[in-house]
């Protein structure tokens, strides 16, 4: 597997979210704690995703946001973002979306190479509604924990441009999800 890029990561898990629904997600909820896994989850699936990736997105560090929040944060997510009522379970906000060309730019950090760190490609946000998670995974036989990892592998892959619009390219996506959960469980 390719060197593990470096990663600026904005975590957030909101402070309105269900106790029980905190504690079943376990560290990967924590608001404080929260950010150690998930970067060492995402900065491995950026790894394993590397060698695929188009030369514009082909970065040595990168930039994402991940929040947690409720139902109600989402389906506004949702609403003002997708005109679509209601909640969901990921929303993906790719900042290097070819449709954002005439958008004003992302403010970027300006990192110092002398002092270690590289520039970093921002990709954007992924926004998770834990509790839309926890009602999905009985159905998919997960925890909440594993539902929440294929949810951010999900998002990821749609700020790196992946996109399901027929049935065919859904299962590409579902398989290379999984692929990437897989190489996770073998770190």
């Not at 909640?87 to 954002?100: C, K, M, N, Y």
Request: some cysteine; charged content about 25%; glycine content about 6%.
């Amino acid at each position: 597997m390719t060197a593990e890029p470096d990663l600026d990561l904005a975590f957030e898990a909101a402070e309105d979210l269900p106790e029980s629904l905190v504690q079943a997600a376990a560290d990967l909820c924590d608001p404080i704690g929260g950010i150690e896994p998930w970067h060492g989850l995402i900065s491995g699936w950026l790894a394993q995703l590397s060698a695929e990736l188009p030369e514009s997105l082909q970065a040595p560090a990168y930039s994402l946001g991940l929040s947690l929040v409720c139902d109600e944060e989402i389906a506004a997510l949702n609403n003002d973002w997708r005109d679509k009522a209601g909640p969901t379970d990921v929303l993906a906000f790719a900042a290097q979306d070819d449709g954002l060309d005439d958008a004003p730019a992302i403010p970027m950090p300006d990192f110092d190479v002398e002092d270690g760190l590289l520039d970093a490609l921002e990709l954007g946000d992924i926004v998770i509604s834990i509790e839309t998670a926890a009602r999905q995974a009985p159905e998919h036989e997960h925890s909440l924990r594993d539902e929440l990892l294929f949810l951010a592998t999900h998002g990821l892959l749609h700020l790196l441009g992946w996109d399901h619009p027929d049935d065919a390219s859904l299962e590409a996506m579902l398989q290379r999800q999984q692929q990437l959960l897989d190489g996770t469980q073998q770190r």
